[in-house]
DNA sequence: TCAAACTAGTTTGATATCAAACAATCTTTC
DNA sequence: GAAAGATTGTTTGATATCAAACTAGTTTGA
């Protein structure tokens, strides 16, 4: 359908600000994707002015909250694969945020624990961090719980 | 709070499945990307077959309703960054399922076009994102409407 | 009118990310 | 207890993405 050649009242309106989205304006991935995308690069502006990678702050607080934590359990919790990871904690171990000790039973993996500078820095990226996480709040209102709900549902169900 | 040495038993508890996400498991923006990454991943397995760039499915459709939309329009449009932009054009006028015309009254724009070939592909692509979404239409069930409405207004609102 | 400010698109450089292939180690099965 | 299979972490290769710097063209305003 609308096969026919476009007319010129639709091309002089996709030139200004009147967007068809069409479709896609019924896709949940489509907005999800936005949302995430514009969320993320609020966030890297307000942080990567303190010198923070934007990736760092969740694994550091799984790591401070999970003492001990693999790398492969890691990658499960973030939702990054382990890949992801390997250069991420390289440089958070070389940086002395996070230590790594042998695990006696399994020699193939290790096991990571915050430092107290880890500790220290995750402190200071929690608050911009919570900052950016308080303007969610603000959009959100009342429908957070859901909203958390319906995410959490879907990062676990899709696969 | 919580500065002493972990206990042993918190340390056996990371091993296994419980992970223990802190205030993390409040954050709206931790939940959006897990969520936005799995949804993502998901997508690209199913096309990625199919020989499809994840990144082509909306801008093609963008383009398809929006016809002589402009790189910068379609930019703001996909809520991805103009210079992003620039080699997925290339790609799919390259492909011969997008063309560029020259604008008159502009002449450092262009406006884009669907090809029969890229309409074609489009409908091709369309039923795997149908289907896609249809996964995850079944997850959030009848609170789609207000899915959507909050993150419209996180895309919108953040900045 | 024409210089200054702005805007559109491209290029370049830096990260982030996944997936596949690999090596080392564990676990299972016979 | 040894071979086969599974798991963990790393390396490598391919995309995607943004931001900043750049070029070319347009708009503004003095």
């Known amino acids: 359908m609308n096969q026919a050649k476009p007319l010129r009242s639709e091309i002089e309106a996709s030139q200004g600000g009147e967007i068809v989205l069409g479709k896609l304006d019924d896709y949940i991935g489509f907005h999800l994707r936005l949302a995430q995308n514009a969320s993320f690069r609020a966030f ?36 990054r694969d382990k890949s992801t990871l390997t250069p991420l904690l390289r440089d958070m171990i070389r940086d002395g945020f996070v230590e790594k000790q042998p695990i006696a039973r399994d020699r193939r993996s290790y096991a990571l624990f915050a430092t107290a ?20 709040d603000q959009i959100v209102g009342d429908r957070k719980a859901e909203l958390l709900n319906l995410l959490r549902r879907i990062a676990v169900e899709i696969e």
Chains 1, 2 share one sequence.
């Open 44 to 79: 890297q502006r307000k942080t990567g002015q303190s010198d923070l990678r934007p990736g760092w702050f969740a694994l550091l607080s799984l790591i401070k909250d999970n003492p001990g934590i693999t790398p492969m359990t890691l990658s499960r919790a973030s939702g």
């Open 117 to 136: 500078a880890g500790a220290a820095r995750l402190t200071d990226l929690s608050r911009h961090a919570a900052e950016h996480d308080r303007r969610l």
